[in-house]
């Protein structure tokens, strides 16, 4: 943790403890906690203070901001072009989200953070001077303004008072609100809602409020086809009811949460104290501008009716809706119960907002008039175009259409995940399991979130799993987004590969005018298997009856499909030992029955349910992060570098690699896997911190052998077989016809000579020596005939199976071996250094005046001696005696 | 020739010659705490660096080890030896210490301290810290905090072509 600069926050004794007014009795992560005044004592910050006066050893809950959005997130860039804050290109001031992140490399006229804090919060009123309702944080000029600083608390939350323009810390702010403290990780979803319009033509359009998944259905009443234009895309969070478990979840409450940039292009905060920008750092300022950031989630408490209701904004906050409030049928949240409510907001109604001083800027929106980019005008005509899009009732949108609908959902994902929390697409998954495939999860990296998510049952390797509340992620807002250390490697997080960065379809593939992809897509397909499905196809494979080969019609009709020779259709099993969806985080189509050839496994012969999870083509690689560990030795000792200390880091499946201790120690390191799922080779990937240092090839997946009965070499030697037998019984049959003619033959030649002179012609004669010669011969071709049909018959009795070998095993020695990675340190082993200091010394390298540096045993290495006035011989002496050690 | 006394102080002192900063009991006059003024005479030419000195025998100087010549730069000897001769009087052979002589100025040289006893610096290297090069011993590993690679969830990468059937009719057979 960083050094806290108490110039800023003040000495940690006057700090606030931030509790919760929570019911001691009930699960922490079954519900949500505020963090709000002493629930017997809420006027006055003044009380509180002095009440809660602690010194603590966490003296601010950094669960008011218990994570932050990296660098990639929309929240931390966030431009200014001018005087409108938004995802803004410098060139052309339109630009939407999408431009606005492939264009981050290039720095310029944008607020861009490492990490940017945001706080969820509920509370009953945009922030207004003095007002007494609700919960209050409330600081009066002259009494206690000198603690102000002491709450950390994002000035979203404060608002934008004009006091503050004096620049000193009489402040005179009332707070009403009530903030999210603890969010229960497990029984708290997040759902986006996507804002949309149907048209951009009129002015003042409506806009509608829709789940993601509604939104990218073109089936549903409202989706992109109806409503193009995007607008923005929200929060809404369900929360589960007290007492569900994972396989019985219901979750009811749903809480209407936004996102909200504020700001403030006036010059009015410009003497704010930077301190006061805790919902971000000090940097948050922008230019000369007192440019006004803060994300607040969360929904207004208010405190007459006691419900829940959306937030809108603050003053000056984009989507500020001049608090218009919609009484929903809720009860008091106060007696400990109201997660049993069944409390959903019309949402349509309350995001009617009309955009304020500022632009809409939550979650994630768009904001340009590119190529695709709509630009919702007033159509005022005496209005200039200025005027027109700086009119109130304008919105900026971006237009969704079938060829991008997909990058969206994406884009959605992407921004909702950097939360950190569990997310789902729209509303109807609300209850599913936390392991189910459509339930999300955003992945933290040092508390950091970055818009990666996992899904299905790699949401349980996440440290979300483990944690009852996200105030367990050891995020602390205060810490700098970048360690001042100087150990960090800010560069070269590129290298960093992501799964499926590498893709068939670049490159130069081409062979001739044929693209081999189109071959490689049209051929191939990838499906992962577990254990059962494989288990499926080998009895599928040896299902039929071997006494019976004339059966085998029947048998390839129905295992087979009777049209292809299975075993040409399999490419290569590989066999990993453990789930590589679960590890690799791998997006897959959907379970299906795998065809092999023509063959669909059904029910009849598959009764195990041999589903696979049909992956895509740029699946084939994948990436598994280990995560990362601390060096075990922080470089801070000679002792621990080598010769006297050596790190060895095994990598499961890779083999062990020595980490040099000088290049790692006080760093992290850091393992993932780069895989060949379809060969099994993998790339074990070693960094120090971000920066990749060490490279090794290792067999993850092994090559299963592979052979199977060569049905189609069967199938074809029984129907040569067949056909054969099919030929000679129809020679047999014109054999038979040849005899048959051949006797009449001779019964004709009797006849004619009979018939005529009583003597032989030579006609006669002739017949009957052809009719008895080919009489001979179709006898003789008969009885030969007969040989071959037995041949035939006895073939087809005795024919062998054959079988064929397809790939041969690899070895799966890895597969055996221990599967943790790990680091471990030799080092050696010191002798008794009693008084080594004092008569050795300690290994030293300074420079300065002796006096300013050793006491005691001191050798010098060089010693300057001007200024001694001794005589030169003395000065040798002295030169001589320092340089062999001694006692000052 | 005869030079005139040299007052030195003599003492003793058990501190390593290495030493700056010396510990020194000097031989004081009886019944008080001031150190008392010896009167020594130099024989012949003289290196005041490594000074013979005569003086009259005292048997406390005897058991002495250190000596100060204030006229001679403020100058602090230690006693390298000393032979008694006849006539009543001692000789005294010096060397200058030249640490103690000038303490106060050296501390203020600039240097480069390559060890020391107070001023560790943990991660310069100390190739002279006792290390048994015969034994070594490992500390608990560091263990990822990684579980994915958990057995009995073994999953199969299936490599499947596309199959397209084609229909097509066998001919007749010929006669």
Redesign the interface.
């Known amino acids: 943790m960083a050094e806290i600069d108490k110039t800023i926050w003040g000495d940690e004794e006057d700090w606030v403890d931030i509790i919760s007014n929570y019911d001691s009795g009930v699960p922490v992560k079954e519900r949500i906690q505020y963090a709000s005044l002493d629930s017997t004592d809420a006027s006055t910050i003044e009380n509180y203070i002095l009440a809660h006066k602690i010194n603590t050893s966490q003296p601010i809950d950094q669960s008011l901001c218990y994570g932050a959005l990296g660098d990639k997130m929309p929240l931390s860039n966030i431009s200014n072009t001018a005087g409108a804050v938004g995802w803004r290109n410098e060139e052309d001031g339109n630009t939407p989200y999408r431009s606005y992140i492939a264009n981050l490399q290039t720095s310029g006229n944008r607020d861009t953070r490492e990490a940017t804090n945001y706080v969820f919060g509920t509370w009953t009123t945009p922030v207004e001077i003095n007002m007494e309702k609700g919960a209050q944080l409330y600081i009066r000029q002259g009494q206690r303004s000198d603690r102000f600083h002491q709450f950390w608390i994002p000035d979203s939350l404060i608002g934008n008072v004009s006091e503050w323009s004096s620049g000193d810390k009489e402040y005179n702010p009332t707070i009403n609100t009530k903030l999210l403290a603890r969010i229960p990780v497990k029984n708290m979803i997040a759902i986006p809602r996507v804002k949309c319009l149907s048209d951009v033509t009129a002015t003042g359009a409506t806009a509608s409020y829709v789940d993601l998944l509604d939104y990218i259905n073109p089936q549903s009443n409202i989706n992109y086809t109806t409503h193009p234009y995007v607008v923005t895309v929200g929060l809404v969070f369900a929360t589960a009811q007290g007492g569900v478990t994972e396989t019985n979840i219901n979750r009811n409450l749903t809480i209407r949460l936004n996102t909200c940039v504020i700001t403030s292009p006036t010059n009015m905060m410009k003497n704010m104290p930077y301190y006061q920008y805790g919902g971000w750092d000090k940097n948050a300022r922008y230019n000369d501008y007192a440019y006004h950031y803060a994300s607040c989630i969360g929904s207004h408490y208010r405190n007459s009716v006691d419900c829940m209701m959306p937030i809108m904004g603050l003053i000056n906050a984009p989507l500020r809706t001049d608090t218009k409030f919609q009484d929903v049928n809720v009860k008091s949240d106060r007696d400990g119960n109201w997660d049993l409510f069944d409390v959903r907001f019309d949402l349509g109604t309350t995001e009617q907002a009309t955009l304020g001083g500022g632009y809409a800027l939550p979650m994630y929106s768009w904001a340009g008039k590119e190529p695709n980019i709509y630009l919702v005008e007033d159509h005022d005509p005496n209005h200039t175009d200025g005027q027109k899009y700086q009119n109130s009732t304008t919105y900026w949108a971006w237009e969704i259409n079938a060829s991008n609908v997909e990058e969206f959902r994406q884009d959605v994902r992407h921004a909702t995940a950097g939360f950190g929390l569990f997310f789902v697409e729209g509303d109807a998954n609300r209850n599913l399991p936390l392991d189910d495939e459509n339930m999300f999860l955003g992945i933290l990296e040092d508390g950091v979130g970055n818009g990666e998510y996992s899904h299905g049952p790699a949401n349980r ?1 996440q440290d979300q799993w483990n944690w009852d509340d996200m105030h367990e992620n050891d995020y602390n807002p205060l810490d700098p987004p970048v360690p001042d250390d100087g150990k960090t490697d800010p560069y070269n997080t590129s290298v960093l590969p992501n799964r499926g960065l590498f893709s068939p379809y670049s490159g130069s593939w081409i062979m001739d005018n044929l693209a081999l992809y189109d071959v490689i897509d ?10 059962n ?2 288990e499926d196809y080998n009895t599928a494979a040896l299902d039929w009856d071997f006494t019976n080969p004339l059966d085998f019609d029947s048998y390839l009709q129905r295992q087979w499909g009777g ?2 020779n299975p075993i ?16 690799a985080n791998i997006n897959t189509s959907g379970q299906t029955r ?5 063959w669909v496994p059904d029910h009849d012969i598959i009764t195990s349910g041999a589903l ?1 999870d049909k992956v895509g083509l740029a699946t084939q690689y994948g990436i ?1 992060d ?7 030795v922080t ?5 621990d ?1 080598e010769p ?1 200390t050596t790190a060895t880091l ?1 990598v ?1 499946f890779c083999g062990s690699v020595q980490l040099e201790c000088q290049v790692y120690a006080g760093y992290s390191v850091r ?1 993932k896997y780069l895989v060949d ?2 060969t ?1 080779m993998c790339l074990a990937l070693v960094y120090r911190d971000n920066l990749i240092m060490e490279v090794l090839p290792g067999t993850m ?1 092994n090559r ?1 052998n592979l052979s199977m009965q060569d049905v189609a070499t069967y199938t074809g030697q029984l129907a040569n077989a067949a ?1 054969q037998e ?2 000679l019984h ?1 020679q047999r049959f014109n054999n038979f016809l040849g005899t048959v003619g051949n006797l009449v033959k001779i019964a004709a030649g009797v006849a004619i000579t009979a018939g005529s002179d009583g003597a032989l012609s030579p006609i006669g004669l002739s017949m009957m020596t052809s009719g008895a010669t080919g009489l001979v011969g179709n006898y003789q071709s008969m009885s030969q005939r007969k040989v071959a049909e037995n041949s035939v018959t006895y073939n087809i009795a005795t024919a062998q199976v054959p079988t064929r070998q397809i790939s041969t095993a690899t070895a799966s020695v890895n597969a055996c071996n221990e ?15 009693t008084n ?3 008569t ?12 300013d ?19 030169e ?2 000065k040798e ?2 030169r001589s ?2 340089t ?5 | 020739m005869a030079a005139d006394a040299l007052n030195v102080f003599i003492g003793s002192t058990s501190d390593d010659p290495r030493k700056l900063d010396k510990t020194i009991t000097w031989l004081v006059q009886s019944g008080t705490t001031t150190p008392f003024e010896f009167k020594c005479y130099i024989t012949g030419n003289c290196d005041i660096l490594n000074p013979t000195l005569v003086l009259a025998y005292d048997s406390n100087v005897v058991g002495s080890n250190y000596a100060n010549i204030p006229s001679w730069g403020n100058r602090y000897y230690f006693i390298t030896s000393i032979q008694v001769i006849p006539g009543g009087k001692m000789m005294l052979s010096l060397s200058v210490d030249v640490l103690k002589t000038y303490e106060t100025a050296i501390k203020e040289c600039y240097c480069c301290v390559t060890r020391s006893e107070s001023a560790e610096v943990n991660w310069v290297t100390d190739t002279c810290y006792p290390i048994n090069p015969n034994e070594k011993y490992i500390p608990p590993s560091t263990l990822f905090n990684f579980s994915g690679f958990t057995t009995g969830q073994d999953t199969y990468f299936v490599d499947i072509a596309e199959f397209k059937q084609y229909t097509f009719e066998l001919p007749e057979l010929p006669d």
């Not at chain 1, 599967?819 to 250094?833: F, G, Q, T």
């Open positions: 390797n049209a051929s191939t397909d990838f499906y992962i298997a577990m254990q499905a494989i049209k292809s040409d259709c399999f490419t290569s099993i590989v066999h990993y030992p453990f789930n590589i969806k679960t590890v795998v065809q092999v050839g023509s696979c598994i280990c995560g990362s560990v601390s060096f075990p470089g801070t000792d000679f002792r570098y006297y095994y499961p393992l799922w379809r099994g997946g299963i056909i099919q030929g129809k599967m943790v990675p790990r680091i471990v340190l030799i080092k050696s082993v010191e002798e008794d250094a080594y200091g004092h050795v010394g300690y290994a030293c390298l300074k420079y300065g005046a002796l006096k540096i050793s006491t005691g045993y001191t050798v010098c290495q060089t010693i300057d001696t001007n200024g001694i006035n001794a005589t011989t003395e002496q002295i005696l320092l062999g050690g001694v006692y000052v």
